[in-house]
């Protein structure tokens, strides 16, 4: 869900895109930058008839740039993540903020990662209250720099709150990751989300405030999801890569119309093929990777399939040792840095795949089980 949108432009090539419920929620956030806006100019002394504008067109300012300064705000985290040899998929501008879906994690540098974002927010409320200082402008324009430079200020410091999945969560687990290790820091950090998140739905039933009742929610269920995922892939930590593979593999020659594979495939219920390169006289045929049925899937979906199988044949396909633990594969797939991993065999030839659809399988099941390792082995 946090994948999808209209996307209005690229950063560094990454997209940033706005989900539709930002655009419900749009008016709700003017009504109360405006009531925002009103608060500020009476503690400052501004009457009504003093400003040009009514509050309601500074408060649809104040909405449209806070939503620039979230934008801001994931960027930073992106920035780092960047830096890092992290990717980033893309950023989501929705109803309660933004979500930047970042690749290839890695937890050595999630503290500091996590901690960019309201820095951000930090900077951006500072630069707009110096503003509001020196600036000899509008009283009216005074007013909405220090009601922005307020609302950055809260949102830096609401979203360093140690509730995971928000980002001071994340900066706990950060913290302890050295001290714990992984699976300890992800229990510390996703308990302390949801008690955090018991506090926030007491907090906003009490103040009738809907939008923390939301976050409460969402905070809830993220750090429910991901204590369940950290704990089903414990279960398969160390585990032999076999053990997610599947043999169900053809062939198909560089050459070949993807169309005819892709049939043969549903036809022989396979999940993927062997890609041999084309003949050559006297010589074998090599296998030079593999396709699976979703690389196939998705190039035909598309509609403008390459002419050969050669050309559908994804370049980020995992290499893994039959006998290897699976971990790395598991991380690789979950991560969405791979698509596939072929497993090979001691005379390098390819005699299976891990998909993601295997891993999902297997975690699911792991998870349901939430068993000590005993009978996976
Ligand atoms: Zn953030």
């Known amino acids: 869900m946090f994948d999808q949108g209209l996307t209005v432009l690229r950063i560094r090539g990454i997209p940033v895109r706005l989900h539709i419920t930002l655009l419900i929620f749009l008016p709700y956030v003017a009504y109360a930058a405006a009531s925002q806006f009103s608060l500020v100019a009476r503690s400052l002394g501004i009457t009504r008839e003093a400003m040009r504008l009514p509050?309601?067109?500074?408060?649809?300012?104040?909405?449209?740039?806070?939503?620039v300064a979230i934008l801001a705000h994931e960027l930073a985290h992106c920035a780092v993540a960047l830096r890092n040899g992290m990717r980033v998929r893309s950023i989501t501008l929705m109803m309660l903020g933004g979500v930047s879906l970042i690749e290839r994690e890695r937890?050595?540098?999630e503290a500091w990662m996590a901690f960019a974002g309201p820095l951000m927010s930090f900077g951006i409320g500072a630069v707009s209250y110096v503003a509001y200082r020196v600036l000899p402008a509008p009283a009216e324009v005074r007013v909405a720099l220090l009601a922005f430079a307020i609302t950055n200020g809260i949102l830096g410091a609401f979203n360093l709150l140690p509730a995971f999945p928000m980002d001071g969560g994340r900066v706990l687990r950060g913290l302890l990751l050295r001290r714990l290790g992984p699976a300890r820091a992800t229990r510390v950090a996703t308990t302390t989300g949801r008690a955090m998140a018991v506090v926030f739905g007491i907090l906003g039933l009490l103040s009738w405030n809907l939008i923390l009742v939301l976050i409460a929610a969402f905070v809830y269920m993220g750090a429910s999801a991901e204590q369940a995922r950290t704990s089903a892939r414990d279960l398969l930590r160390g585990l032999p890569v076999a053990r997610f593979m599947t043999d169900r593999l053809g062939e198909a020659y560089a050459d070949e119309d993807p169309r005819a594979v892709a049939e043969r495939?549903?036809?022989q219920n396979l999940v993927g093929a062997r890609v041999l390169d084309d003949p050559?006289?006297?010589?074998?045929?090599?296998e030079i990777g593999v396709v699976t049925f979703w690389d196939l899937a998705r190039r035909l979906e598309r509609g403008a399939t390459p002419a050969t199988i050669g050309a559908v044949m994804p370049v980020d396909v995992l290499r893994a040792r039959v006998g290897d633990d699976a971990t790395r594969s598991?991380?690789?797939l979950a991560s969405g840095e791979a698509s596939a991993v072929a497993v090979l065999d001691e005379g390098e030839h390819v005699i299976g795949l891990v998909t993601p659809a295997e891993i999902q399988r297997a975690l699911a099941l792991a998870g349901a089980l939430g068993v000590a390792r005993g009978p996976l082995g």
């Open 55 to 67: 509050p309601l067109a500074w408060g649809a300012v104040l909405a449209v740039g806070l939503f």
């Open 280 to 286: 050559r006289d006297g010589q074998d045929r090599r």
């Open 265 to 267: 495939l549903l036809r």
């Open 330 to 332: 598991i991380e690789a």
């Open 107 to 109: 937890p050595e540098h």
